[in-house]
Each structure stands twice: as C-alpha cells, then as structure tokens.
C-alpha cells in the first residue's frame, strides 16, 4: 500500500501561480510514474503532467508551458508548479503513483484550485 498526501491547493487570482506537491511513501524502487490529474464539475478526470521515475515529463496540451512538473527524490515528493492560471484550470486536483510492479494506481484525496477571474 502507498499513502499519497497533497497540498498547495487554494484560491488565486487569474495569472496567479500556486504549487502543489504530492507526498508518497512509496519510494523510487516502487514507484514508476508520479502524475498530477484533475477533474471539474461536471467532466471526467483528465490527466495534466506526469513524471517517470527517470525524469521524463509530459504534460497537457492544455498546461503546456505554464506547468511544471519535477521530482525530489530525496523526499519522495513531486511538485506541480502552476503559472499563469486561468478560470479553466479550477478543478480538484489529485495524485496518482503507478506501483512499479503490479501497475496499481495509488491516489491522493485530492485538493481544490480555484483560480477566479
């Protein structure tokens, strides 16, 4: 079992920036991927960036070139540094870690962005 805890989440103005980080105890031998998603009212959960275990991001069409995803591998924490926000970014926000092995997503409770116009 991995235990994921979010923070950063909160109300900003449009353009404003927040970051969000994911905590897990599951470590690099265990986990293979860290990614960020969100889901708003009314529509499915998408993916926004995700991190491999090596490095190597991808992110949104949507985010691109405003979000930045990275790692701290010493703290078994990924980041999620959010710039430029727009209305269209409110949503919860909420980590998922791929076990290494069995290909099980974890996931966090979520935390809420709010970005007001």
């Known amino acids: 079992q991995v235990h994921i805890v979010e923070s950063g989440g909160g109300l900003v103005q449009s353009g404003g920036s927040l970051r969000l980080s994911c905590a897990h105890d599951?470590?690099?031998?265990?986990?293979?991927?860290v990614a960020w998603y969100r889901q708003a009212p009314g529509k499915q959960r998408e993916l926004v960036a995700i991190?491999?275990?090596?490095?190597?991001?991808n992110y949104a069409d949507s985010v691109k070139g405003r979000f930045t995803i990275s790692r701290d591998n010493g703290k078994d924490t990924v980041h999620l540094q959010m710039n430029s926000l727009k209305p269209e970014d409110t949503a919860v926000y909420y980590c998922?870690?791929?076990?290494?092995?069995?290909?099980?997503?974890?996931w966090g409770q979520g935390t809420q962005v709010t970005v007001s116009s």
């Open positions: 998922n870690a791929k076990h290494r092995g069995s290909g099980t997503s974890y």
């Open positions: 991190i491999s275990s090596g490095g190597s991001t």
């Open positions: 599951g470590g690099n031998y265990i986990i293979s991927a």
